[in-house]
């Protein structure tokens, strides 16, 4: 499990699992792999205190932007969790509490806001996208990357170094490994993992990563070491305490977190679409099945980004009788038909009036998407290209999985 977010540079650290290669034969790492996930299997509380620091600059300068970070992560079964990490540049903090469940993005100007709630406890939790509750109110949330859980193609042999922490001195096992890009050429680099055989947890991991961006060869480096931990002992409870700023939103989902305006939990007023055969189609005739429906347009970088994964999910339940997929465009059909010779998707493509998507569904910006459940409800709103992930998630808030 790491995190997999996309809310902050904090979250970054997901590049650990996010660009690690299959695993080399390590004996050493292995039984240093079995003996942090066992103790991560049966631990029932810990509290964390860490320091992140991370540096990019163009490969070879002496200097770039450097953001250091302050992280406190504390949890305990089955009902307290803390996920907090401060900076001058960004922050953010969740949780779980005997009053409520919160997260705090102080970026977007609100604050979400919750019922308490049970933990879950899957050690192998990967977050689909955006703010993934099941992932954010994990039991592991803020110990995930002090984990040594991943596969990772690590060098043979092993060294030993000593790190100072709860101020002592504490002998590491230190595996080196490498890493290479999704492509094998856009992300490479190497890393450590500072490895406590006494606690089972990695007390420091370095990386440092080589990319292109814009034609420039840019260098990432992450220092990530714990200053002080505590495992299966009493954690104070006003830890797991939380009281909204003042003069903040407060909001009652995700969705409406990063997207104020969001139509979640509002029926889906009636819309009429044009098909290129130059019929009606009518979204409360659709009643009784899913409908995804995205408002696009062939300009749109973000939607072309996104067309391929609505395509994949299309593929995949076509044959379904329970949900249809729509992309809605208030082009002309000579535009969006020439554009799809050329890309051929084949969900269904309509046309829409702008001001229907504007006026019924909010849209000011694309691509838009919203899943409908059978009964006219919206679950989903989504502003922005959206992955795989996100998009899968959001059929699933109607029950399509």
């Known amino acids: 499990m790491r995190p997999n977010l996309q809310t902050g540079v904090c979250l970054a650290l997901c590049l650990f699992a996010a660009s690690l290669a299959l695993a080399a034969e390590n004996p050493q790492f292995d039984q240093a792999r079995s003996r942090s996930r066992a103790m991560a299997e049966t631990l029932q509380s810990y509290e964390i205190h860490a ?7 163009p490969r070879g300068a002496a200097q770039g932007m450097k953001l250091e970070a302050d992280q406190t992560a504390a949890a305990r079964m089955p009902n307290r969790l803390l996920v907090k990490v401060e900076s001058p540049m960004f922050s953010q903090t969740w949780g779980v509490g005997a009053e409520n469940s919160w997260f705090f993005l102080p970026q977007a100007k609100a604050v979400y806001l919750g019922k308490p709630l049970t933990l879950g406890r899957d050690l192998d939790s990967e977050a689909e996208g955006g703010l993934d509750e099941k992932f954010l109110y994990n039991f592991y949330a ?101 009281t909204a700023p003042q003069g903040l939103k407060v909001v009652d989902s995700f969705e409406r977190l990063l997207n104020p305006d969001s139509m979640v939990g509002q029926t889906a007023q009636n819309i009429t679409f044009t098909t290129f055969a130059g019929e009606t189609l009518n979204l409360q005739d659709l009643r009784g099945k899913v409908v995804f429906l995205d408002f696009w347009a062939t300009w749109c970088g973000p939607c072309r980004m996104e067309m391929p994964h609505i395509q994949k999910l299309y593929d ?39 001001e229907d998507a504007q006026g019924k569904f909010n849209v000011s910006s694309i691509p838009a998407g919203f899943v409908i459940d059978k009964d006219g409800l919206i679950k989903a709103h989504m502003i922005g290209a959206q992955s795989e992930g996100q998009l899968r998630a959001a059929l699933a808030k109607a029950g399509i999985e």
């Open 51 to 57: 320091a992140l620091v991370m540096d990019q600059k």
């Open 316 to 354: 995949e339940m076509k044959d379904r009788d329970d949900v249809v997929f729509i992309g809605a465009s208030n082009e002309d059909q000579k535009t969006i038909q020439n554009w799809l010779e050329k890309n051929p998707y084949t969900f269904k493509v309509v046309m829409v009036k702008p």
């Open 142 to 242: 803020g110990i995930s990357e002090f984990l040594l859980t991943s596969d990772v193609d690590v060098a043979e042999g092993v060294e030993s170094k000593s790190l100072t922490v709860n101020g002592k001195d504490v002998d590491c096992q230190v595996f080196a490994f490498t890493i290479t890009g999704e492509d094998g050429v856009s992300e490479a680099g190497n890393g450590e993992y500072w490895f406590d055989p006494a606690s089972g947890l990695v007390l420091r991991s370095l990386m440092t990563t080589f990319s292109s961006q814009n034609g420039m060869e840019m260098e990432r480096t992450m220092d990530l070491t714990i200053q002080s931990f505590t495992l299966d002992q009493d954690v104070r409870d006003d830890l797991f305490s939380y």
